[in-house]
C-alpha cells in the first residue's frame, strides 16, 4: 500500500493542512490564466487606445488640412498644372475626405463644398489643351508620375462611386447632393475616356490607352464597388422619374447622373473585345458578372432608366458577353445572386427573387416589340438566339426552385389550412405580380416563337464555335427544338404561379395557334415513344443529349424489370400499411368477373412501354416535351370543335389521336400507381387534364377502342374490395400532399377510375355504399329493422309538394329508411304495410311528377334522346332552386338503395354534377341547332359583322324577354371577325356552365348529402345515367329466369311460367322492357344483372276458375296480367295457351296501367 505522504507537499510555514498535487497543478493553472487575461487585456485597452488617438489625430490633421486646403484653393493666384493638382490638391483632398466622410459612410455638409470645388478644378484641367495644365498628362508622364496619377484616379473613381451610393442618404445637401454627384460623375467618365482627353499626341496615345484600359479594368472588378453604387442610384429612380420635372435644372443633373452611371458601368465591356484568349478576358468577364448580378437584377431596369439609354443596354457587345458569362459561370452567379435577396431589404425583393428580375429585364433587353400587336416584334439585330434561350432557361429554372423553397404555389383548390403567412403576402403585395408578369410579356406573343423556330430551322445557322470553348459550357453551341420546349415549359409555370388572374393562359393561347409547332412537338415524341411504328413527323427537330438518353434508357430498364413483378402486391402493401394488416393469407391472383375481362393481346398494344414507369421513369428532356405538350394540347382541345376533330382531323388524325391516349393513360395510371415527387407534379397536372379531355370527348363521340382505356391496369389492378377500403381509408386518414410519396389507390380510382371496368366501377360503387351502411349501423344510426326509420304521409295528387315539406330538411339523415303512407285521391288512407316496397313506390312516383316537364322544374333537351336539363324558368318558381336540391337528394335516396328511375341527365347537366366543366364541343349533346349556327359563324368566310350579332343573349320565360349581355357592355359590342372566336365561346360557356350553374350547384349539393362526391367521379356522363336508370335497352332473359321468386303456387315447373317464358323469349327488345317497366316502373335491367334487383323479380299465381264448358270450348282465362310496381311483383293468370298470355300480356304492358288493372 502506498505512503499518502507521497501525494502531499509540505509547504513549510503555511497551515498545518497540507495540499494534494493535482489541487496544486489546477490552482497554478488557474493563476497563470489571471495573469494571460490580464495582458490580453491590457494589450487590448492599448489597441483601442492606440487606434482612438489615431483616429483623433487623424480628424484634427484632416481638419486642418482642411482648413489650409480651402484657404489655398480659395486664394490661388497662380495658374494650375497637373503637378501642382496632384501634389498641392489631390493628395490633401483625398486624405481629409476619406477622414471626414468616408470613414463616417456619410457626406459632411462642408466636405460638399469642398468636393464641388475640387471636381472643378480637375474638369477645367482635363479641359485643357496644355498638357502643362491637363491632369491626365502625368498618365503618358515618367514612371512616378504615372504610378501617382494611376493611384489618385483610382481613388478619385472610389470617392465619386462612394458620393453615387450615398445619393438617397445625404438629403441635407439638397440640390448641392445633385450637382456634386453628377459632377462627379462626369469626372469619372472624363478619366476613363481617352477620347475626352485633349492633351493626347500621336507619340502618348499608346501609354493613354494603356492607362485607361488598367483603370476601366480596376471599375469592372468587384473592388471598385461601382456596380453596387449603380444599383443603389437606380433603385432610387422612379419608374417613370424621366417625366417627374420638380426643376429643370435638377432633371437635367439627375437625366446626366443616370447617363453617366450607364455610361461607366458598359466601359469594360468597350474597351476590349471579348475574347477568350485575349489579354483582357479576366477583367471583361468579371465586369460582366458583376452586371449581371447588380444591374440586371435591378427591379424595373429598362422602365426605371430614360428611354435614350436603353439602346445602349441591347446592343449584342454587351449582352453577348453577359450570357456568355452567366453560363460559364452559372454556379457562381445564382449563389450571388440569391446571397443578395438576403442582404438587401427592398419591397419588391420580398415577393420577387433577384433571379426572377434577372429573368424579366433579359427578356425586356432581348425583344424589340414596337406596340402591342403580335404580329410586330423581332430580336436585337446580330443577337445570338441560342445563348438568350439557354440563360432563360438557367434563370427560370432557379426562379421555379424558390419558388417550391417557399412554398409559393398558386391552387385552384386552396386547402383552408393553407400557410397563413404565404396568404397575408400575396394580398399584401399582390398588385405587384401583374406588373412583373407585363415584362415577360413579348415571350407570349406569337412572333417571339417563330423567330426562334425559324432560327432553329435555319441550315446555316451555327454558334460561336470559334469564341466558346466546348469544354467550358455543355450544348452552348446547339440550338434545338428542346431548347425551345424547355424555355416555354418553364414560361407555362412561372405564369400559372406569378399571374393570379390569368395563369398561363397568354403563354397557352400563343402556344396553340402557332402553326405548326404542336404538330413538331408530337412529332418529336412520336419517334420516342413509338420508334419505327407508323408515321413520324417529318420535319422531328429533337435532338436529345447522349447522356441524358443513356441516363433515360438505363433508368427505364431497371424499374421495367421490377414494374411487373410486384404489380398487383404493391396495392396490398399500401392497404396494410395503412390498416396494420399482415399480408398472409390475402390472395390477389383469383380473377376479375367475366364481363370485364379483356383480351390481353389487345391490351398491350396501348400498354405504352416507354411509360409505364410513370415520370420517374423518363429523362428530365422528355418530362419537358411532354410538359410542353400536355399543357399547349389540352388548352387546344377546349376550343377545338367536332368539325375540326372528327370531319378535318387537325391537327392531328384519329390514328394519333389514339396514340396520344394511349401514351396519356399509360402515364397517368403509372404515375399514380408508383411514388412520385414535387418536380414530376408539373408534367402530372398537364397529363392528368389533356387525358380527361381527350376521355370525355371519347365519351361523346367513340374514336378510342374502349380496351384502349383498360389496358394500364389489366394486368395488375387490384380486386374490387381492396380498392374500395383502400380508397376508403386512404381518403379518411391521409393528407393530400401524401399522395405524391406513396402509392396511391384513391389517386387511381378518382383520377382515372376508367382503367377499371364500367361494370367492376359499379360493384366499387355498391361497396362503398355498403361500408357506409356498415359504418352507420356501427355508429348506431342503424340499430335494427324497422328503427330510426322516417314516417312521412303523402297524399297521391300531392306526392311532391308533401315530400318536399317533409323530406327536404332531412338532409343527411334521409339514408335512414322511409316508412311511406299513402293518402288516396278521397282523402283516405290507403291500406298496407310498408316492407320497403312503397318506399320504392314513392321514390319512383315523385320522380315521375317532379321530373315531367309538366311541372316546370325540368325540360328536355332538343336532342333526339330527349334528355333532362333543369329549366331556366325554374328560378321564377317559388322554392324552385330548394325544389331542385331536394331532387337531387330523391336521386341521392334511389343511388343509395339501389332503386332504379326510368330518367336520364343530359350530359352537360351530370358534367356539372361530376363536378367538371363543359367547354363548346359538348354543346352539341344539349342544343344541337345552336351549335350548328355558332359553328357556321366560327368557320364564315365572309364578314361576320354583316350577321348583325352582338355578345347578348335573349332568354324567354312565362311569356317575357330578358336580355343578357355575356361580358360588360355587351349589347353595345358588334360581333366581328377579330372577336368572333369569343363571341363564340362566351356563347357556349353561357348555355354550358353560367345559365346552369345555380340548378346543378343546388342539385349537387342535395344529391351529395346523401352519395358522396368522390363515389360519383368513377362515372362518366353516360355512365351515371346508366347507374341511375339501368344498363342496355334488352334483358337476359336467362339471367332474369335465374333470379325470379315465385309465390302463390307458381313454381319453376308450373305450365303457365313455362308459357310465360317462352312467350318472353319470342318477344322483341322493346316489349320485353315495357314488361319490366311494367313490373318494375323502370324499363332496364339493373346494371349488374336481376340478382340486384331489390325487392326481387317475382311472378305471383291469380288463379282463375275457368267454367268446364268454357273449357270444352276452348275459351282461355279473360283476366288481365296485373303488377305491383312497388315489390316487382307480376301477377299472372294461370293461362292455358301462349296466344292467351302474349296477348293479354301485350295487352297490360301497352295500356300503362298496372296495379289498376288487378
Same mark, same amino acid.
Given at each position: ?15 498545518? $493542512? ?131 496619377? @494611376? ?66 479594368? @480596376? ?48 466601359? +469594360? ?245 402557332? +402553326? ?64 396494420? $394488416? ?173 382503367? @377499371? ?77 310498408? %316492407? ?18 309538366? %311541372? ?210 319470342? @318477344? ?8 319490366? $317497366? ?81
Amino acid at each position: 500500500m502506498d505512503d499518502p505522504r507521497k501525494h502531499q507537499v509540505s509547504l513549510r510555514g503555511a497551515s498545518a $493542512k497540507e495540499i494534494t498535487r493535482d489541487a496544486l497543478r489546477e490552482k497554478v493553472a488557474q493563476e497563470r490564466e489571471l495573469r494571460n487575461y490580464a495582458r490580453r487585456a491590457s494589450a487590448a485597452a492599448l489597441f483601442i487606445q492606440r487606434v482612438w488617438r489615431r483616429y483623433k489625430v487623424a480628424k484634427m490633421v484632416a481638419l486642418q488640412l482642411q482648413d489650409e486646403w480651402e484657404t489655398l484653393v480659395n486664394h490661388n493666384a497662380g495658374g494650375i498644372s497637373g503637378t501642382w493638382i496632384a501634389n498641392v490638391v489631390l493628395r490633401p483632398f483625398l486624405f481629409f475626405t476619406a477622414c471626414l466622410s468616408v470613414w463616417h459612410k456619410k457626406i459632411q455638409i462642408r466636405d460638399i463644398a469642398c468636393m464641388q470645388k475640387c471636381f472643378r478644378i480637375l474638369l477645367e484641367s482635363l479641359n485643357s489643351t496644355d498638357s502643362n495644365k491637363n491632369f491626365c498628362s502625368l498618365a503618358t508622364g515618367t514612371p512616378e508620375e504615372r504610378r501617382i496619377w @494611376f493611384f489618385q484616379a483610382r481613388k478619385l473613381i472610389s470617392l465619386c462611386v462612394f458620393i453615387l451610393a450615398e445619393f438617397n442618404k445625404s438629403h441635407a445637401g439638397g440640390r448641392d447632393i445633385v450637382i456634386l454627384t453628377s459632377l462627379g460623375m462626369r469626372l469619372v467618365v472624363f478619366l476613363t475616356d481617352v477620347k475626352g482627353w485633349k492633351c493626347i499626341t500621336d507619340a502618348n496615345g499608346q501609354d493613354a490607352d494603356i492607362a485607361v484600359r488598367d483603370l476601366v479594368w @480596376f471599375m469592372g472588378s468587384s473592388k471598385s464597388r461601382i456596380y453596387m453604387s449603380i444599383r443603389r442610384y437606380i433603385n432610387t429612380l422612379d419608374v417613370s422619374f424621366s417625366s417627374q420635372i420638380n426643376s429643370s435644372v435638377q432633371t437635367d443633373d439627375k437625366f446626366l447622373i443616370a447617363a453617366s452611371a450607364i455610361t461607366l458601368a458598359l466601359h +469594360p465591356f468597350r474597351v476590349t473585345n471579348f475574347d477568350v484568349s485575349g489579354p483582357g478576358m479576366l477583367g471583361v468577364r468579371n465586369a460582366a458578372e458583376q452586371y449581371c448580378v447588380f444591374l440586371l437584377t435591378i427591379p424595373w431596369l429598362v422602365q426605371r432608366l430614360p428611354a435614350v439609354l436603353i439602346p445602349a443596354l441591347k446592343h449584342k457587345c454587351i449582352l453577348s458577353p453577359c450570357f456568355q458569362t452567366v453560363l460559364i459561370l452559372k454556379e457562381k452567379i445564382l449563389t450571388e445572386m440569391s446571397e443578395m435577396n438576403l442582404s438587401e431589404i427592398h419591397y419588391s425583393s420580398e415577393i420577387i427573387p433577384s433571379v426572377g428580375w434577372a429573368l424579366a429585364n433579359i427578356v425586356c433587353l432581348v425583344t424589340a416589340v414596337g406596340n402591342d400587336s403580335v404580329d410586330l416584334g423581332s430580336f436585337n439585330q446580330g443577337l445570338d438566339c441560342a445563348s438568350y434561350v439557354h440563360v432563360v432557361i438557367t434563370l427560370a429554372e432557379n426562379l421555379l426552385g424558390w419558388i417550391e423553397n417557399v412554398g409559393w404555389v398558386r391552387k385552384e383548390k386552396q386547402d383552408v389550412q393553407s400557410d397563413r403567412s404565404l396568404c397575408e403576402t400575396e394580398t399584401m403585395h399582390g398588385s405587384l405580380k401583374m406588373p412583373y408578369i407585363d415584362l415577360l410579356r413579348p415571350v407570349c406573343q406569337q412572333w417571339h416563337l417563330t423567330n426562334l423556330l425559324a432560327i432553329m430551322e435555319t441550315d446555316s445557322y451555327t454558334h460561336g464555335a470559334e469564341t466558346t470553348s466546348p469544354n467550358n459550357i455543355e450544348r452552348l453551341g446547339k440550338f434545338e427544338l428542346l431548347d425551345i420546349a424547355y424555355f416555354y415549359s418553364y414560361m407555362l409555370r412561372i405564369f400559372s404561379v406569378l399571374n393570379p388572374t390569368l395563369g398561363s393562359l397568354p403563354v397557352l393561347n400563343m402556344l396553340s395557334f402557332t +402553326p405548326g409547332f404542336l404538330v413538331n412537338l408530337w412529332g418529336a415524341l412520336e419517334g420516342i415513344i413509338f420508334p419505327g411504328n407508323g408515321h413520324v413527323a417529318e420535319n422531328n427537330h429533337l435532338c436529345i443529349s447522349k447522356n441524358s438518353k443513356k441516363e433515360k434508357d438505363g433508368a427505364f430498364v431497371k424499374k421495367q424489370k421490377g414494374a411487373n413483378k410486384d404489380g398487383v402486391n404493391k396495392w396490398v402493401n399500401v392497404l396494410n400499411k395503412v390498416t396494420g $394488416k399482415s399480408q398472409a393469407g390475402v390472395d390477389l391472383t383469383d380473377g376479375h368477373p367475366g364481363t370485364s375481362q379483356v383480351d390481353e393481346d389487345s391490351c398491350d398494344v396501348w400498354d405504352i412501354e416507354h411509360v409505364r414507369c410513370g415520370p420517374q421513369g423518363i429523362s428530365k428532356d422528355m418530362t419537358c416535351l411532354l410538359h410542353l405538350f400536355c399543357s399547349t394540347y389540352s388548352h387546344l382541345l377546349i376550343i377545338l370543335d367536332d368539325i375540326e376533330f372528327y370531319e378535318k382531323q387537325v391537327p392531328f388524325t384519329l390514328e394519333q389521336q389514339r396514340r396520344i391516349a394511349s401514351m396519356l393513360n399509360t402515364l397517368v395510371y403509372n404515375g399514380l400507381s408508383h411514388s412520385i415527387g414535387q418536380q414530376n407534379r408539373p408534367l402530372m397536372d398537364s397529363a392528368i387534364r389533356c387525358l380527361h379531355l381527350m376521355y370525355e370527348r371519347d365519351c361523346r363521340h367513340q374514336f378510342c377502342p374502349r380496351v384502349l382505356w383498360l389496358s394500364p391496369a389489366q394486368k395488375n389492378r387490384p380486386p374490387i374490395s381492396v380498392a374500395a377500403r383502400t380508397h376508403e381509408i386512404l381518403s379518411a386518414n391521409l393528407r393530400a400532399d401524401d399522395a405524391l410519396t406513396i402509392p396511391s389507390v384513391e389517386s387511381v380510382i378518382t383520377t382515372t377510375p376508367h382503367v @377499371f371496368p364500367f361494370e367492376e366501377r359499379v360493384e366499387m360503387f355498391r361497396e362503398f355504399i355498403k361500408m357506409d351502411k356498415a359504418s352507420r349501423k356501427m355508429a348506431g344510426e342503424v340499430a335494427g329493422p324497422g328503427s330510426r326509420s322516417i314516417e312521412i304521409v303523402v297524399r297521391r295528387g300531392r306526392i311532391v309538394e308533401d315530400g318536399f315539406q317533409q323530406l327536404n330538411s332531412l338532409g343527411p339523415r334521409l339514408r335512414s329508411s322511409i316508412h311511406v303512407s299513402f293518402v288516396s285521391e278521397c282523402g283516405l288512407p290507403e291500406a298496407g304495410l310498408d %316492407y320497403g316496397g312503397l318506399s320504392k313506390e314513392f321514390l319512383t312516383d315523385i320522380s315521375k311528377a317532379a321530373f315531367s316537364p309538366e %311541372y316546370g322544374l325540368f325540360s328536355q333537351t332538343s336532342t333526339s334522346d330527349r334528355l333532362l336539363i333543369p329549366n331556366p324558368s325554374a328560378r321564377y318558381i317559388e322554392n324552385g332552386i330548394q325544389m331542385i336540391e331536394f331532387l337531387g337528394r330523391i336521386v341521392g335516396k334511389a343511388l343509395y338503395e339501389g332503386i332504379l328511375l326510368d330518367y336520364s341527365f343530359s350530359h352537360v347537366f351530370v358534367q356539372k354534377l361530376l363536378g367538371r366543366y363543359s367547354f363548346l364541343d359538348e354543346l352539341s349533346t344539349l342544343d344541337p341547332e345552336l351549335y350548328r349556327n355558332l359553328m357556321y359563324v366560327k368557320h364564315h368566310d365572309g364578314d361576320v359583322k354583316e350577321l348583325s350579332l352582338d355578345f347578348t343573349v335573349t332568354e324567354e320565360s312565362f311569356g317575357k324577354r330578358h336580355v343578357i349581355e355575356l361580358k360588360p357592355g355587351g349589347k353595345d359590342v358588334s360581333v366581328t371577325d377579330e372577336n368572333k372566336m369569343q363571341y363564340v365561346h362566351e356563347i357556349a360557356d353561357y348555355k354550358l356552365n353560367r345559365q346552369i350553374f345555380p340548378f346543378s350547384n343546388a342539385f349537387d349539393r342535395g344529391l351529395t348529402d346523401l352519395i358522396s362526391p368522390s363515389w360519383l367521379k368513377l362515372f362518366n356522363a353516360s355512365e351515371f345515367n346508366q347507374l341511375l336508370s339501368g344498363g342496355n335497352h334488352d334483358i337476359d332473359v336467362d339471367d332474369l329466369k335465374h333470379n325470379t321468386r315465385y309465390t302463390g303456387g307458381f313454381s319453376e315447373g308450373s305450365r303457365t311460367v313455362k308459357i310465360f317464358w317462352e312467350v318472353i323469349r319470342e @318477344f322483341e327488345p322493346k316489349e320485353r322492357c315495357l314488361l319490366l $317497366k311494367f313490373v318494375t316502373s323502370c324499363s332496364r335491367a339493373p346494371l349488374l344483372g336481376f340478382k340486384h334487383l331489390q325487392p326481387t323479380f317475382t311472378i305471383h299465381k291469380v288463379a282463375c276458375d275457368v267454367p268446364l264448358w268454357a273449357t270444352i270450348g276452348g275459351q282461355d282465362v279473360d283476366r288481365l296480367p296485373s303488377a305491383s310496381t312497388c315489390y316487382n311483383t307480376l301477377k299472372l293468370p294461370t293461362y292455358k295457351r301462349s296466344s292467351t298470355l302474349r296477348a293479354k300480356l301485350l295487352y297490360a304492358i301497352s295500356s300503362n296501367a298496372g296495379f289498376e288493372l288487378s
